[in-house]
Every structure is written in C-alpha cells, then in structure tokens.
C-alpha cells in the first residue's frame, strides 16, 4: 500500500529510480513504446497528409522500405515468369514508380517515417528552381560538409548566391578556353601510358586488358589539380595516392563509405535524435575523416595563400595563370567587402573542386567507354566523324592525331553532336548521383506534368508538400521516363537525343537532356567543364584505340560516394574498376 501510494504521489521520482536499477530493460521499454507510438498511434492521433498518395507495401515494420534497398527486391518477371533481381543504386525507387504507375509516391522509412518521392518534371524543375524553400535536410548537409568541405555544395540562400556570382566567371566557355590545353596534355600522357603498357605485351596485335578506371581516376585527380588550382598531383606518374594532398582526399573518401556495423547504428541514432551527431568521433570512420581533414585543411590554406600571393603580385592580369582558384581568387579581391569569401570559404571550395571535378568526371568517362566496347557500332561511327572532322579543322590524319593539336572550339564543333549525344546518354543511364535529397522548409504546393491517382479515387495535378516533410528528387527515375525518353528508355541509343518525343522538351528538362547535372540555382556550376575535358579524353581514347569487353565478367553500377562501376566475375569475385579489352589502332606520333 505505502508502495503504490508512493508511485500514485511521485511517479517521476519511481521511474527515475526504476531506469538506474535497470536501464537496459528501461531504454528496451522505452524503444518500444517509441515505436508502437509512431506506427500504431500517431497515424490515428495525427494522420499523415500524404496518407491518400500511392506507396509500396511496407516491407518491414521498423525498417520500412530501407531493409528492400539493402537487401535487393525479388520479384517475378511478368513475361518470363522467372525471378528479378534489383539492387542497382536507384533501381528500387524506379521500379516502385513503374510498378504503382506514378511519379510521385510514399516511400516508407524505418520507425514509421515517410520520403515523398518525386521524380515528376515539372515538381522537380518548381523544387531545383527555389532553393529557399527546398534544401538539403540537417543530417545530409552536416555530413557532405564533413565530407567534401563547407564549398558551395553545401551552401543555401544568400551564402550560396554570394559564392556562385565570386565563382561563375571561371567556369565561362571564354575562361575554359584557356584550360583546353591542360586536357589536353593529360589526355596524351594518359594514352602514351595506355600503349607503353600495351607495347610492353608480347602480342602487340593482341587485344589487351586495360583498367580504365585506375587510368581515369589519375587523369582527372591531375587535370583538377592543374585546372583547378595549379597544383601538380602526379596521379598518372605516381599513382592516385602520388601527391599529399590527393592521398588525403582519397583517405577521406575511403572513410567515408567504411559502414561498418558501429557506424551504421551511430548514423541511424543521428538520424532519429540529433542530426548533427552525424559528424561526431563516435565511429572509427569518423575519427579517420576528422584527422584527415585537419590535413586536408592545413594543405589547402597553404594553396589558397600562395595563389592569393601571386595573385597580388601580377594585379589585374593573371599571366599564364588560368586556373579555376586564381581567377576565383581575383573575382574574390575586386568583389564589395561585404560580398568576399574568407580564405577558409575559398580553401573549402578546394575539396569540392576535387570532389565534383574528379570522380564525377572519371566515372562517367568509364561508362562512356564501356558503353562504346558494348556498342561497336557507335564506336566506328563516332571514330569515323573524328577522323573527318579533325581532318577538315586541322588536316591531321587519326594516325597522327594528339589531344594537342585541339582547341576548346574543334571540341565544341557541331561536327561532334554525336559525342555530345553518347555522354548525354551515358549519363542519362548512369548518373553519378541516382537521387537527391530535399526538405521543406515552409508549406509549398507544386504543381505535376503527371497526374497522381490517389487510393481514395481522387486525381491531383499538383503536390501539396507540407513544413519539414522530406523529399527524394528521383533522378535516375526520371532520366528513365519512358514518356521523356521514348519506349526503348532502358537501353543505351545515343540517336535518341537527336528525337526525342515533343514531350521531353514540354517538360523543360535541364540544359545537357537530362536531370544528371541537377538543375535550377544548385545545378553543377562545372558542367561545362566536365564536358570538355570528358570530351577531349574520348576523342583521344577512341581515335588510339579500339574498344571491347573483358569477357567472362559483369560491370554493375555500386554506391560508394558517387555511383561507381564494380566487377564480378563468374565465381563471385567483386571489385572496383572498369576492365576493358584494348587493340591499338595505327599511330605515328604519342603524346604533344
């Protein structure tokens, strides 16, 4: 009696003593009751507004859909009546959507929680197009800024506004111009080291097994490194680990995909309690990432102030100094104090530059080059309208040609559409990023190109998203769209861009044909550069060389940071890379 009278009087002081005699049972108590409140009694106390939108079934009730996309979905194929498998990055999400018939659905997350995912033209070009109301959600944005550094990846509304207008003028066609020739010269000495190993072979007549990927990855880490802010990372003479500052980015993003069980529970407890958590040394990983980045920042203020010392001196012409930091550096100093980044701003912009001018770019270049060894005939077509092409511009035979003898101009000829067409296409099926998050930030209705059936019967051309809803912008998923893409989307048809259904252009699909660059205020600011140098390497690559599959394996596309390729060999064996079959193609000169 005095017990119970006890607990009637002070319940808090019962349940304080109950949790130190037994916290284990009580945290077990207690998660319970959290999760029977968010998946039996909140939906009835609080009904979700978008309980009437189409979803899949949910596949487990903690969970939810999450434990599908770990573990691949299953499912009968309707014309073979022979099991599917699905685990590609992205795959999941576009089979919902074709399965329940729609561009917009409930994507159930674990402990009752919901994604709207939205892969609907016109939603998607209302939500790039206003960055105030839709940003990158708390625990995305502390970790990319973990990542990658506080550039303006991670940065909205007036930070960001300010750091695109300092950085715009290096990304102009005048300025890229001038960084053609730094393509160039990595693009001959990337070939000249693809035929030496070639060469060195018994059988120069022999196809041989070339990793593209390794090739490609040093490629890019030196072109960024020069173009980029002048410095040299020595990735092609020493390996991608050639330089201090190339090693410790990629010991960062090595840290960065290590999901080890301890680092998986500390990002899904963040997620639950305390987004910025996210970023804490409770994991090895993160502590590795931390160390790392103390490194990264020590490297990079010291190129920051070097270029800014150079910069003073040669005032307001630059020299021979063409590189993406000078001129961000002098936009920098001519720009209203109230508008300037500080040095740290600017040295954050380092790790982007090699973040979003690096992997994207060998990675997409990897899948271009697979997708020609899979399609000789687009190989011989294209290698036929080199041929022409650079023999009209500069009367230098394909026997002869070196990435030197281009300019920015012959790059971007209209003779070349057809290469503009295969990397559209290239990222159109394998967009480095399958998805993008967003969360609301206020109430906002958008309007649909597709009408959503509703499960109460009812039909809406428009989305009302609510306050602090999150939202996953399915890019993979629209740039599959059969009615954008035509009936035969699934397959890799570089014509497609030169006739597309009218559609596509009622849609106002981003610049470039798909949604792989984004679009809006936080499209990719590198865009254009990305393209010329990917440009100047096939044309190189392609003209050297002729391209075919490594029999007896299957490339997939694997998530690591980006969408990566990973081979798999008959007996099980998985790794990174983009193993190719390459036969040396007459030439008389290597390398400029």
């Given amino acids: 009696m005095v017990a119970a009278s006890f607990l009637r009087e002070q319940p808090i002081e019962m349940l304080l003593a109950l949790i130190q005699q037994r916290p ?27 309980r009437y939108l189409p979803r899949p079934q949910r596949a487990s009730y903690i969970l939810g859909q999450r434990v599908v996309e770990a573990k691949g979905l299953t499912y009968l194929d309707p014309t073979t009546s022979q099991p599917v498998t699905i685990s590609g990055p992205g795959d999941v999400v576009k089979h919902y959507a074709r399965t329940l018939n729609t561009s917009v659905f409930v994507f159930p997350e674990p402990f009752g929680g919901e994604t709207i995912f939205i892969s609907d033209p016109y939603a998607l070009n209302a939500i790039f197009s206003d960055i105030d109301k839709f940003q990158s959600d708390l625990l995305r944005s502390s970790i990319i800024e973990f990542i990658v550094g506080n550039g303006i990846v991670t940065r909205y509304g007036d930070a960001h506004r300010r750091q695109r207008k300092l950085m715009a003028p290096a990304f102009t066609p005048a300025h890229l111009k001038g960084l053609t020739p730094v393509f160039c010269k990595y693009a001959d000495l990337m070939c000249s080291k693809i035929t030496s190993s070639l060469t060195n072979s018994k059988d120069e007549e022999e196809a041989q097994k070339v990793d593209f990927a390794e090739y490609l990855d040093c490629t890019m880490l030196d072109i960024i490194g020069m173009a980029g802010f002048n410095y040299p990372c020595l990735a092609l003479e020493k390996g991608r680990d050639g330089s201090e500052l190339s090693s410790a980015f990629n010991s960062v993003n090595q840290a960065a995909i290590d999901f080890g069980l301890g680092r998986a529970i500390h990002l899904g407890m963040s997620a639950l309690l305390y987004p910025r958590a996210a970023t804490w040394p409770l994991s090895e990983a993160n502590r590795r990432i931390a160390n790392v980045n103390k490194v990264m920042d020590r490297i990079t203020m010291g190129i920051v102030k070097k270029a800014k010392s150079s910069v003073l001196q040669e005032g307001e012409d630059l020299g021979d100094k063409k590189d993406l930091l000078s001129l961000l550096i002098k936009s920098n100093l001519t720009a209203g104090m109230s508008e300037r980044m500080t040095d740290k701003e600017i040295s954050g912009q380092i790790q982007t530059f090699m973040f979003a001018g690096y992997e994207t770019s060998a990675v997409t270049t990897s899948w271009a080059l697979y997708f020609l060894s899979q399609n000789p005939q687009v190989q011989d077509k294209l290698r036929e309208i080199i041929k022409q092409t650079i023999k009209e511009r500069k009367g230098v035979g394909l026997e002869e040609l070196s990435a030197s003898v281009m300019d920015y101009d012959d790059v971007w000829c209209e003779e070349f559409k057809y290469l503009d067409w295969i990397l559209a296409e290239t990222l159109r099926l394998c967009p480095p990023v399958p998805g993008n998050d967003r969360e609301a930030m206020e109430d906002v209705v958008v309007p649909l190109m597709h009408p959503v059936r509703l499960t109460n019967g009812e039909t809406t051309s428009k989305l009302v998203i609510k306050k602090g809803s999150r939202l996953t912008i399915g890019i993979k998923t629209v740039n ?13 048809r570089p014509e497609r861009f030169g006739d597309l ?29 990305a393209l010329t140098e990917m440009k100047v390497l096939l044309i190189t690559i ?15 596309q694997h998530q690591a940071l980006i969408v990566r390729p990973r081979v798999e060999t008959a007996t099980g064996e998985s ?13 008389k000169t290597i390398g400029a």
Avoid at 485 to 492: K, L, M, R, S, V
């Fill in 542 to 556: 392609v003209a050297r060389f002729q391209l075919s599959p490594e029999p007896g394996v299957t490339i997939r």
């Fill in 24 to 50: 284990f049972a009580a945290a077990f108590t207690l998660f319970i009751l959290y999760i029977t409140y968010k998946l039996a009694i909140k939906p009835i106390l609080f009904p979700s507004p978008y």
């Fill in 480 to 492: 599959y769209d059969t009615r954008l893409f035509g009936p035969d989307a699934d397959e890799f």
């Fill in 575 to 587: 790794a990174a890379g983009m193993p190719l079959r390459v036969k040396r193609l007459p030439h």
């Fill in 501 to 529: 259904p009218s559609i596509h252009g009622e849609a106002k699909v981003p610049p470039y044909g798909t949604y792989s660059f984004v679009g809006g205020p936080k499209s990719c600011i590198g865009a254009k550069f």
